[in-house]
């Protein structure tokens, strides 16, 4: 059984950088794609970035050109880096493996930019 353990998360100012970790316990296939989602109070969960292999990600629009995503397979770990904060960027951040018999979520880690 796969776990999952987001760390990185926490207090910044606007105009800051983070990196958060999602550390995955148990057996996964690197060719698994590995998502980052956040939500923010009285929003729903969104997709924020996806990793299938370093040649193969995806953003969405709204953090295009500040998060980047990366994978190091080798200590089963997903990263996502982001730079240029801004408060509305505030939420808790999940990561997901995407098991093959169900997505695996992680406990989630709380983001917050201050203005």
């Known amino acids: 059984q796969v776990h999952l353990v987001e760390s990185g998360g926490g207090l910044v100012q606007a105009g800051g950088s983070l990196r958060l970790s999602c550390a995955a316990s148990?057996?996964?296939?690197?060719?698994?794609?590995m998502d980052w989602y956040r939500q923010a109070p009285g929003k729903q969960r969104e997709l924020v970035a996806t990793?299938?292999?370093?040649?193969?990600?995806h953003y969405a629009d709204s953090v295009k050109g500040r998060f980047t995503i990366s994978r190091d397979n080798a200590k089963n770990t997903v990263y996502l880096q982001m730079n240029s904060l801004k408060p509305e960027d505030t939420a808790v951040y999940y990561c997901?493996?995407?098991?093959?018999?169900?997505?695996?979520w992680g406990q989630g880690t709380q983001v917050t930019v201050s203005s």
């Open positions: 997901k493996y995407r098991d093959l018999r169900g997505d695996i």
């Open positions: 148990g057996s996964i296939l690197n060719g698994n794609g």
């Open positions: 990793i299938i292999s370093v040649r193969n990600t």
